[in-house]
């Protein structure tokens, strides 16, 4: 089990709830649901005791307990002992129906509008854009690292920098893509998240401004707002009907001057949500602006494998030597490998090694072996998973025309995902819906700040095409609901939206 959520870490993640624009305990179950949906609360935790959450928000029990019923009649949240339910997400036979804002649980919802097509077997997840592990290439690695770990047993265990192998291995990659690397310069970490949290903890104090693209990773967002940061969020152009769109360099070197800011993260490579790459230029520009500023460049490069279309670009490090990059191997391999690392200048990784040991004393070795021979191998997998994912994004392009034809799509030049132009402000109201059709999706205001992006939905094609198109075909059915029911769309969007503000 996953824990407890006390009430006042609730009352923080539901921000103003309560809008008026439906009953209290619809309004309350809306926003819960929604941030589990988001990921903003975990699976598996049991919420807050009816009386202790009524207290804490100035509400009767009575709302609380209304709430959570309807919560678990929708699924998410478990019928266990008492009013400490745990939460989960619903199974086929616990997704009900909204009509005329009510549930009617056990129904199935119709995708298309013709009788007999039923949901899937299952959710399909398009909330996390992520790829299975690259199968027998992943186990072949760990078999190695088994064959290799009797010769480290006599340590410790203990690297807060990580083990050489994977550290030599990093450096070399970086090396022959034009960035002259050593062992020195890199810092192993438990996955990209992890490896941001320690350059913020080392170089940002409370208060201090951060940079950012906007949109931007919603997990990058989390951990700029946890750190106590202050986002600077600077718009990406609109997508061109024409041709490739780029980055606003001119907005950036004016915020990067007018604001200073300690920090700024960047995703050039396949940027996330959009899928955009960043031209050399633009990333010289950004190099020599970030400089003059005096803000370190954070350059998140999780995402530089997945390039679907062969376009050559430089890692942004080759344009300064000031540039702080960030890598994993969750994206091109397998998220449960949990591996990241950080590649700076010497002086730098030492602070953030220190750093790294007030938050644990490093990585497990066995998964650094094996990641080890996966970054020496890294073209290996690579080939076969770029063919599949490229037959996965153009499917999923053609149904959005075929299916949702008042969408604007925006075709990505390498990632995982669609950013998609909505003909409505409902992406939030889709999120809630989505469930009840067998899908889950990431609201847009998710990776925007100050509930941006409600225009907008990232639309992820890691999963086969056969399952795109159940998935296209639910979100059209939601759609649908939505325009069908305009006081439910008003009642969706008005409540959930303030909690990811």
Same mark, same amino acid.
């Given at each position: 089990m996953s824990g407890s959520l006390n009430p006042s870490s609730l009352a923080r993640l539901l921000g103003d709830w309560n809008l008026g624009a439906a009953p209290a305990y619809r309004e309350l179950a809306d926003v819960v649901r929604l941030l589990v949906l988001d990921g903003r609360i975990p699976l598996d935790v049991a919420l807050p005791s009816e009386r202790a959450l009524a207290t804490t928000l100035g509400n009767s029990r009575t709302?609380?307990?209304?709430?959570?019923?309807?919560?678990?009649?929708?699924?998410?949240?478990s019928t266990g002992q008492g009013s400490r339910?745990?939460?989960?997400?619903?199974?086929?036979?616990?997704?009900?129906?909204?009509?005329?804002?009510?549930?009617?649980?056990?129904?199935?919802?119709?995708?298309?509008?013709?009788?007999?097509?039923a949901v899937p077997a299952g959710i399909l997840d398009l909330a996390y854009a992520s790829l299975p592990a690259s199968g027998e290439v992943v186990?072949?690695?760990?078999?190695?690292?088994?064959?290799?770990?009797?010769?480290?047993?006599?340590?410790?265990?203990?690297d807060a920098l990580g083990v050489g192998a994977l550290r030599e291995a990093i450096a070399a990659r970086y090396s022959a893509a034009g960035v002259p690397t050593s062992a020195h310069q890199i810092?192993?970490?438990s996955g990209a998240q992890h490896a941001l949290n320690i350059i913020l903890r080392t170089l940002a104090g409370r208060s201090d401004k951060v940079l950012l693209e906007h949109p931007s990773y919603p997990n990058a967002l989390?951990?700029?707002?946890?750190?106590?940061?202050?986002?600077?969020?600077?718009?990406?152009?609109?997508?061109?009907?024409?041709?490739r769109s780029g980055w606003d360099l001119d907005a950036l070197e004016a915020a990067l001057l007018q604001q200073r800011p300690a920090l700024a993260y960047v995703v050039p490579d396949f940027h996330n949500p959009t899928g955009r790459l960043m031209p050399d230029s633009q990333r010289r520009q950004l190099a020599r602006a970030a400089a003059a500023a005096g803000t370190v460049l954070v350059v998140d490069e999780t995402l530089r494998e997945l390039n679907l279309d062969g376009v050559a670009s430089m890692p942004l490090a080759a344009f300064s030597p000031a540039v702080v990059s960030i890598g994993s191997l969750s994206k091109s391999h397998w998220a449960g490998l949990r591996t990241g690392w950080i590649r700076a200048g010497e002086p730098l990784i030492q602070r953030?090694?220190?750093?790294?040991?007030?938050?644990? $004393?490093?990585?497990? *070795?066995?998964?650094?072996? #094996? =990641?080890?021979?996966?970054?020496? &191998?890294l073209p290996e997998p690579l080939p076969a998973r770029l063919a599949s994912l490229r037959g996965n994004r153009d499917a999923l392009l053609e149904l959005i025309t075929g299916n949702l034809p008042t969408w604007q799509s925006e075709r990505p030049d390498g990632g995982l995902s669609v950013w998609c132009r909505l003909p409505a402000p409902i992406s939030t109201a889709l999120a809630v819906v989505a469930p009840d059709f067998g899908i889950r999706l990431a609201a847009g205001p998710r990776f925007?700040?100050?509930?941006?992006?409600?225009?907008?939905?990232?639309?992820?094609?890691?999963?086969?095409?056969?399952? $795109?198109?159940?998935? *296209?075909?639910?979100?059209? #059915? =939601?759609?649908?609901?939505?325009? &069908?029911s305009p006081q439910l769309r008003r009642n969706l969007t008005a409540a959930p939206a303030a909690a990811i503000a």
């Open positions: 709302t609380v307990t209304a709430a959570y019923a309807r919560l678990r009649e929708q699924g998410f949240l339910g745990r939460t989960c997400l619903p199974h086929q036979g616990s997704r009900g129906s909204h009509q005329g804002g009510a549930l009617n649980p056990g129904a199935t919802p119709n995708l298309s509008g013709a009788p007999g097509l186990h072949r690695a760990f078999a190695s690292a088994l064959t290799e770990l009797p010769a480290l047993l006599p340590g410790f265990g203990y810092l192993v970490t989390d951990a700029i707002r946890a750190a106590g940061c202050r986002p600077v969020p600077v718009a990406m152009p609109p997508a061109s009907p024409t041709g953030f090694a220190a750093a790294r040991t007030t938050m644990d $004393l490093g990585g497990p *070795v066995v998964e650094q072996l #094996a =990641a080890a021979h996966l970054v020496r &191998a925007g700040v100050g509930g941006a992006f409600e225009y907008y939905l990232r639309v992820p094609f890691t999963l086969p095409p056969e399952q $795109l198109e159940a998935a *296209v075909r639910a979100l059209r #059915a =939601a759609q649908d609901r939505l325009e &069908a």
